[in-house]
């Protein structure tokens, strides 16, 4: 069974950094890729980044591209998503997430599994 567990959330001040970390573990997640969403009060679970587990390929929200970066650790089986330049409007539980192919759509609907979520907030 699937496993993602995020941590590195918090309360930053506007023009921050923040890494947030998924650990992955369950299977082998060779030919999977990995997503970053996140959820701001009242409003829909939003895409933000997706990397293929074995090539790395990436693809970006608009919203973000620019600003976060996502990244694998193969060795230790974790996603990785730094933001930078963070913004109050970044403020929202930032989930984890996995899809058993490196193609498909970036929908929520899209993925197979979720983490619990961690909490950021960006004061201004």
């Known amino acids: 069974q699937v496993q993602l567990v995020e941590s590195g959330g918090g309360l930053v001040q506007a023009g921050d950094s923040l890494r947030l970390s998924c650990a992955a573990s369950g299977r082998s997640f060779s030919g999977w890729a990995m997503g970053w969403f996140r959820q701001a009060p009242g409003k829909e679970r939003e895409f933000l980044a997706q990397i293929t587990w074995q090539y790395g390929g990436t693809v970006y929200a608009d919203s973000v591209k620019g600003r976060f970066t996502i990244s694998r650790d193969n060795a230790n089986n974790t996603v990785l998503l730094q933001m930078n330049s963070l913004k109050p409007d970044d403020t929202a539980v930032y989930y984890c997430?996995?899809?058993?192919?490196?193609?498909?759509?970036?929908?929520?609907?899209?993925?197979?599994?979720w983490g619990q979520g961690t909490q950021v907030t960006v004061s201004s």
């Open positions: 997430a996995a899809k058993n192919s490196p193609r498909g759509g970036l929908r929520p609907d899209d993925f197979n599994s």
